[in-house]
């Protein structure tokens, strides 16, 4: 099916992508195109206009920053998983084929904010910050902060997400993405990051995404304050799983019930945490 006619602009600089945005308030921006022209292709979404930021260079790249990196919004899947980023590498491959992470970007993804998406697991495990500019100007939005339901984000009319933040992650820590795929989608049935710091034997930090489960992506705190002071030996995190998941809080479909979510949600998380914990113990 052809998406309805709709008028396209090339924005520059993110400055002209923002006044752009404020001309054409209804237009949607296009980064890699491969989540909104099916949308648009479907007419699930209609825009009169679209600005394309795929030629913004301060978009683009991974650089390193106060310790840790700053990931422009416009960085493909495939550069990132060919990247030294924590978690995110490995998060990346996980994503659709090759021809799809040559073209989408993180930007994109965590702004669509899909809730089978992969990365948003990993932001919130990593602790990562989203940074915004709109006519306001610039301001940083916590990760923990940022999905705020179904497709839906903290971004505001109007703003750009320009970078993701990450933290650094030194000695110590370690980091693994667990993900049962739709078979027919390669989506995000759940997908569960999981980041740990290991001390003196001990965890001290544990940071837990998931996505696909419901409808945007949490934070388990039951799973990481039961594990929080502790080794995480195989006893200690199945303990911790055990019955953290309500099937009422998550989401069901012809494919996968609730109750086989919360299944698959004990189950990746025991293997996210316990592969993070070796790799920062080990
Ligand atoms: C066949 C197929 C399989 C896929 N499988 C997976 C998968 O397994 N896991 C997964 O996570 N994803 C998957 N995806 C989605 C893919 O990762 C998309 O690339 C991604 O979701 C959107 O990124 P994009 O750059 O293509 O964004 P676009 O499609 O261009 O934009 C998506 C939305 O975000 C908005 N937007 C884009 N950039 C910005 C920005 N910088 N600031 C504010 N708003 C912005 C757009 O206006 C639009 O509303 C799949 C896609 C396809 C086609």
Known sequence: MYPPSFRYYRASSVAEA????QREPEARLLAGGHSLIPAMKLRLASPPALIDIGRIPELRGIRRQDGGWAVGAMTTHREIEFSELPLLAEVAAHVADPPVRNRGTIGGSLAHADPGADYPAAVLALGATIVAAGPRGQRSIPADQFFQGLFATALEQGEVLTEIQVPALGQGWGW??????HPASGYAVVGVAAVV???GGVARQVRVGVTGAAAS?????RVEGALAGKALDEATVRAAVEGAFDPGQLLSDPFASADYRAALCQAL??????RAWQRAAG
């Open 217 to 221: 992506a949490f934070r388990p705190q």
């Open 269 to 274: 998380c025991r293997r996210a945490l316990l």
């Open 18 to 21: 923002i006044s752009l945005l």
């Open 176 to 181: 693994a993405y667990e993900k049962f795929p």
């Open 197 to 199: 710091q290991a001390e």
